[in-house]
Nanobody
Framework: QVQFVESGGGLVQAGGSLRLSCVASGIFFSDYAMAWYRQAPGKQREFVATIFRGYNTDVADSVKGRFTISRDNAKNTLYLQMNTLKPEDTAMYYC???????WGQGTQVTVSS
């Protein structure tokens, strides 16, 4: 059974930083491109960042230069380092296989102004 467990969210002031983690199980983690997505209240879930098997990355324009995605295949863990946070980054953050549909519970990030 595929499962993703996200953690590391919280309440932070604008300009602050957070590091999200996601532990994956039920998949051969290193075989997959992985991604972070987010969903703000009243909005559709949107792509944030992805990291491919070869460790190449791509991030959404809205977070470019502020967020960094990384992975540790030995730990089946995906990370998202978020710096210079803005109130508009407030959302529930989810990890998944890039293009996947098995969603975990997510971790809430709230940025106060």
């Amino acid at each position: 059974q595929v499962q993703f467990v996200e953690s590391g969210g919280g309440l932070v002031q604008a300009g602050g930083s957070l590091r999200l983690s996601c532990v994956a199980s039920g998949i051969f983690f290193s075989d997959y491109a992985m991604a972070w997505y987010r969903q703000a209240p009243g909005k559709q879930r949107e792509f944030v960042a992805t990291i491919f098997r070869g460790y190449n990355t791509d991030v959404a324009d809205s977070v470019k230069g502020r967020f960094t995605i990384s992975r540790d295949n030995a730990k089946n863990t995906l990370y998202l380092q978020m710096n210079t946070l803005k109130p508009e980054d407030t959302a529930m953050y989810y990890c998944n296989v890039f293009g996947g549909t098995n969603w975990g519970q997510g971790t809430q990030v709230t940025v106060s102004s």
